[in-house]
């Protein structure tokens, strides 16, 4: 694979959203939500991370429903869906969100695939399983890069910056060309985002105000720290099977969340993807659409849990 071709958008910002509705409603306000696949294939969750939307899977997007009934939605705050000033932004809520939409589907059981902010949303899901009534049944869940550990968690500077008393202002000063930098940052040294990438997440970002929302949102970093047992109980102590594909080359949640949740996590299914930044699902998509599915494969059959290394082509 052409890892520095890979972050390349697919599918356009315009045609990911015309592909998708704001049909449906949470607590009053309108979700964009994307759906492909057959209707009778397992379904799968996609939750992105922050402060980006669904289009984060695009590169994925064709392959995942070539195989499963894919749901993605851009969750409250974010993307193409509303973003409420005088809200209570909530990683509990943002889970509240995700299993009244797919309730709204019909669906009962379902699979997870998860990024960064998303990843605790899915932790919060995976905590929730211990207590099933009521509620879909998660059958999988798959994590990229994200702050699972509140220890190993390093904000880059504009997060810390979005996290203090200046957080509003922060937001309001933000520009496409800072914005770009914190991304180069983030991203593998040799799968930078390709500009038409920067400009839709910067659009996404952009669209209903969302400067005005980011330091409401930002406090899940608080919440990851508060809610810590909860949450990293939910890894060690579930009987969901869980597998983690990260990129090591992630400065935020690299090599050394992965040395953690390999001490913490028992049995960790674990691929590494080692010249890979926090981004995997745009910078590799072929090795992550790999890992992916083999991951798949062994929890639908009898295989032990694996550590894989991979490389970025």
């Keep these: ?87 209570d932004y909530s990683l509990f809520d943002q889970a509240d969100l995700c299993e009244a939409y797919l309730l709204a589907q019909g669906i009962e059981r379902y699979h997870l695939l998860a990024h960064d902010y998303g990843d605790t949303v899915a932790q919060e899901l995976l905590a929730r399983q211990a207590d099933p009534d009521g509620r879909p049944r998660l059958m999988t869940a798959a994590l990229l890069n994200g702050g699972l550990f509140p220890e190993t968690h390093r904000p880059v500077i504009v997060q810390r910056l979005l996290l203090s008393p200046l957080g509003p202002w922060v937001a309001r000063a933000m520009t496409q060309a800072r914005f770009s930098a914190a991304l180069h940052r983030i991203f593998g040294p040799g799968t930078p985002p390709h500009p038409a990438l920067v400009a839709g997440f910067w659009r996404l970002l952009q669209h209903n105000d969302g400067v005005h929302v980011m330091h409401k949102l930002i406090r899940y970093m608080v919440e990851r720290r508060r809610h810590r047992t909860r949450w990293v109980g939910a890894l060690q102590q579930s009987s969901v099977p869980i597998a983690l594909v990260a990129g090591m080359a992630d400065p935020v949640s690299g090599a050394h969340m992965v040395a953690r949740y390999r001490s913490l996590v028992p049995r960790p299914d674990i691929t590494e993807l080692v010249q890979i930044g926090h981004y995997p699902q745009c910078e590799a998509p072929d090795a992550v659409l790999e890992a992916y599915l083999a991951f798949r494969e062994r929890s639908a059959g009898s295989g032990e849990p694996a550590h894989v290394a991979a490389g970025s082509s």
């Design 1 to 87: 694979m052409d890892a520095s071709r890979a972050a390349v958008p697919a599918l356009s910002l315009d045609a990911w959203r015309a592909a998708g509705d704001t049909h449906f409603h949470y607590r009053g306000h309108a979700i964009f939500s994307c759906r492909g696949g057959a209707p009778d294939a397992p379904p799968l969750l996609l939750i992105h991370g922050f402060p980006t939307a669904s289009w984060d899977w695009e590169a994925l997007w064709p392959a995942l429903c070539s195989r499963y009934r894919v749901l993605a939605l851009d969750m409250i705050g974010f993307g193409f869906s509303d973003k409420p000033r005088d809200y």
